[in-house]
């Protein structure tokens, strides 16, 4: 359950496409890598901390205001039972008006429609939309909305009470202004869902825009360091990008689609190095670099990975390639430097290790034992020779006495 949760907790503040293009322009890169040659698709790794709005001066009451909210807030319904959804009392639903019927709930990959607002422990108003359309199960929107709505009969009305793990998490949200924490009692009516669209059939400026849709949705949950949920986003939109047509598809279009797949791409290698799956992060890598075999910032992260994996040669020479393309760039020639005293320091050992194999430790106890060894040695051997030399030359005396008798 454990690793369920962290997961989870990956679940941010996305209420809608318009939420995540707000996010703006940034870089994907580590801390302190940011460089020039990247595009505005990128975004930061670290984002600055969110303004406290006022969350601390609640932590001591948190406890009281949760028996408060769920005796005496909750409006009136038809059903006064809460259903317990994860079974950890963190995330909870509350029928406000029944819907028809457990048939018409929505099931995981539909498009759907539902109008929400969305309150504050203290009953503080911070979002209300209408006609809000996400796909179910894809991460588009906070997961206690994505796990509540999936269990709403269509027509019907609820109450939500999500723990912070399920809603915006410690980082707290901007855009809704929700601070760092924060427990929300959320009002949902599911309208409409409806099936995915075939992609195949889907017309090229409509795929590129869904695609581009999820890949945003990917640099929020990269934002927030919910780097599962990243990637989770990123491969979405490739299997958008990557989809068959059946539709004609113009040249240009080809090209804006494919550069799209290499942003993923790259995308999706960052938050694979955030979580070390650097085997993942280097697939993405090459994959990148077979659309775009000069792509900056692909080699920059390839670098980065193969250093990690300890091939420092494979790293320096990378990393070199993206310097002869941009050598301008100080990050890679700081990267660079540093590999390069790695991969020193990595011959050196195997230098030594060499020696020690072939008998030569390198200490001086070693070395003066096997100095006093040597003329042992030699003085065996010696003495080995003198003494078959005097039997042979004793057996030649005794034959020659014989012959001569």
Request: proline share 5%.
């Amino acid at each position: 359950m454990t690793e369920k949760q962290d997961v989870m907790d990956a679940c941010d503040g996305h209420a809608s496409a318009p939420s995540a293009k707000q996010t703006g322009p940034a870089s994907l890169l580590d801390s302190g890598e940011d460089f020039e040659v990247l595009d505005e698709e990128d975004i930061d790794d670290d984002p600055p901390p969110l303004e406290d709005a006022g969350g601390g001066r609640r932590k001591t009451t948190d406890e009281s205001e949760k028996k408060n909210t769920d005796s005496d807030s909750n409006p009136p319904g038809p059903m006064d039972e809460w259903m317990d959804v994860l079974g950890n009392d963190q995330l909870k639903k509350k029928v406000l008006e029944a819907g028809e019927g457990r048939d018409s709930r929505p099931q995981k990959g539909q498009n759907v429609k539902i109008n929400f607002k969305t309150y504050l422990k203290d009953g503080t108003l911070v979002e209300e939309k209408t006609d809000l359309s996400f796909t179910l199960g894809d991460g588009d929107v906070i997961q206690a909305l994505d796990l509540t709505v999936q269990l709403m009969e269509m027509g019907e009305k609820a109450l939500v009470q999500a723990d912070a793990k399920y809603a915006y998490g410690v980082r707290g949200s901007l855009e809704p202004e929700v601070p760092s924490n924060s427990e929300l009692s959320l009002e949902v009516k599911l309208l409409e869902a409806i099936d995915a669209p075939d992609l195949e059939l889907l017309p090229p400026a409509e795929k590129i825009a869904l695609a581009s849709l999820k890949r945003e949705r990917g640099n929020v949950h990269y934002q927030r360091a919910d780097y599962a949920f990243a990637v989770n986003s990123y491969s979405i939109a490739l299997q958008i990008t990557e989809s068959s047509s059946k539709v004609d598809i113009s040249p240009e279009e080809e090209k804006e689609l494919m550069g799209v797949r290499v942003k993923c791409l790259n995308n999706m290698a960052a938050s694979q190095l955030k979580l070390d799956h650097f085997d993942a992060a280097l697939k993405s890598c090459v994959s990148a670099l077979e659309h775009e075999p000069e792509n900056i910032k692909a080699l920059f992260r390839m670098g980065k990975v193969l250093s990690l994996k300890g091939e420092y040669t494979e790293a320096v020479k990378t990393l070199r390639k993206a310097l002869k393309l941009e050598p301008s760039n100080k990050t890679i020639h700081a990267e660079l430097s540093k590999l390069v005293k790695k991969n020193s320091e990595q011959r050196g050992a195997e230098q030594a290790m060499y020696k020690k194999m072939l008998g030569n430790p390198g200490g001086g106890g070693g070395g003066s034992q096997k100095h006093e060894a040597t003329p042992t040695w030699g003085l065996s051997w010696k003495w080995l020779f003198g003494a078959t030399a005097a039997a042979i030359g004793g057996v030649a005396l005794s034959v020659v006495i014989a012959a001569r008798n």
